[in-house]
């Protein structure tokens, strides 16, 4: 069967400390490889509320509790509360799962702050924080990090130019169908796409009756006789912690159709990269999220 590429992304504080180890140890206990994506500076979580004005926005979080999943505490870093420095407040449990054999790469320097303003952003400006991000990650783990999840799947064409200057092979930065090279200016760049191909749980919860007791075997029903590999996001912040049976539902059910755990290097590895197709950077909207992002053309 296929692989279920398991795509973390860890946006707070709070999921780095509480959501990452819970989901190291429902990981083991299905001994599913899956890659770390981290936020590495400051977290302000709470500058989200001013998103409040998008169209879509109050119907999602309507239904998807974000004080039960996030908690007042956190909703309050940027607005009431200074913003913690994540990379330095929980770099230790950002490198017991790089010890415990998990990827690891970058997600973002300050999640909320990339997510609202990179899509319109000047060169100099993309590429400071991105660079605040990989100096980060070289000073936690030690090394240089082999992958890139943009927050949010928001990204800009030098963003993605930035990938290929630093050497990175893969990437997982919009929401798609399968495996392809990215063109910006009109060139193909170097590195390979791995879009997120499932929907996420809270893209489901709240749509069409659905709640936390059903939303897993709607999406077991999408992979059930589907023979491609599939990558899925899902977040520290939501199945490290509530949704955390939701999720451990998904694994049993991925393990009985007899799917097996990738990592995004895992995925990379046995890609014919000669044989990728190539597609131009493309915005647009995905159901149950706010907004547009980064996606596939058809």
Known sequence: MARIVLKIDVDTLRGTREGVPNLARLLDRYKARATFLFSLGPDHTGWALRRVFRPGFLRKVSRTSVVEHYGVRQLMYGVLLPGPDIGVRAAAEMRAIHESGFECGIHTWDHVYWQDNVRNQSREWTLREMNKCHERFVTIFGAAPATHGAAGWQMNEHAFEQIDAWGMRYASDGRGHGPYRPVVGGRALSHVQLPTTLS????????????????????????????????????AELEGQKLAPVFEQLLAGWRAQGHTFATMGDYHAALD??????????WGEIPGRSGELIVQPD
């Open 273 to 282: 990269r000669e044989s990728l197709p190539s597609y131009p950077v493309t």
């Open 200 to 235: 996420t749980l809270d893209e489901l919860i709240g749509v069409d009756g659905l709640d936390e007791t059903r939303v897993a075997a709607r999406l077991l029903a999408s992979t059930e006789h589907n023979p491609h590999d599939q990558v899925f996001t899902l977040h």
